[in-house]
């Protein structure tokens, strides 16, 4: 079945404690995005990834790092986390940059 | 740079009502133009999508778009609402061009349906 696989799928922590977010695609896709969802905000962009070795900010990367050394996985890595990174996050992929983008289940983080 | 406006936050229809979700977009270039549905505890899935060619685009769920260029418009339509449409919508814009370029989504409508 093809699918993005995100986990975990909830998670407290605290303030300062690094975490990563694994997000996993099995469709072969090249494009892969990190999202953070908040309510009145919708959607924003935080980083993407064109392909193996390829990432560029997105709308609001700061406090957020990724990396792409296989092109099935894209972890997002929270170096040093704060409350105002509580939020709930997608990964999605596609197989063409402004194509189709195909979502994980999400992520809810809580920042304590 | 691209946006998207979707005017309503939350939309309320009786079930068996016609469902108008709107979605207005500004693009320096012919733009792509989607439209994501998010179910609770769900991720978000393509209910539709405009490129080229044909601007009424029908999709999932008896679910439709009509882009209207002269507008700059991307509103969603369903005849006869269903319980089960009740979920959040987003409008998103692409300008299509294949480099680096990304989706912008619209904050989203929340869409009720009551008996």
Request: proline share 4%.
């Amino acid at each position: 079945e093809a699918q993005v696989t995100q986990n975990p799928r909830y998670l407290i922590t605290v303030t300062g404690k690094k975490l990563t977010v694994t997000c996993s695609q099995n469709m072969n896709h090249e494009y892969m995005s990190w999202y953070r969802q908040d309510p009145g905000l919708g959607l924003r962009q935080i980083y993407y990834s064109m392909n193996v070795e390829v990432t560029d900010k997105g709308d609001v990367p700061e406090g957020y790092k990724v990396s792409r050394k296989e092109k099935r996985n894209f972890p997002l890595i929270l170096e040093s986390p704060s409350p105002n990174q509580t939020s709930l996050y997608f990964c999605a992929s596609s197989l063409w940059v402004s194509g189709e983008l195909f979502f994980g289940e999400g992520s809810r983080l809580t920042v304590l | 740079a691209q946006s998207v406006t979707q005017l309503g936050s939350h939309v309320s229809v009786s079930e068996g009502a016609l469902v108008l979700l709107r979605c207005n977009y500004s693009s320096s270039v012919p733009p792509y133009l989607f439209w994501y549905v998010q179910y609770p505890n769900q991720g978000l899935q393509l209910l539709l999508k405009y490129t080229t060619g044909a601007t009424l685009v029908k999709g999932i769920n008896g679910f439709e778009a009509e882009f209207k260029k002269s507008e700059t418009s991307f509103h969603l339509t369903k005849p006869s609402a269903h319980m089960s449409d009740a979920a959040e919508y987003f409008c998103a814009v692409s300008d299509g061009t294949g480099t680096a370029s990304k989706l912008t989504f619209g904050t989203g409508t929340r869409l009720q349906v009551t008996l």
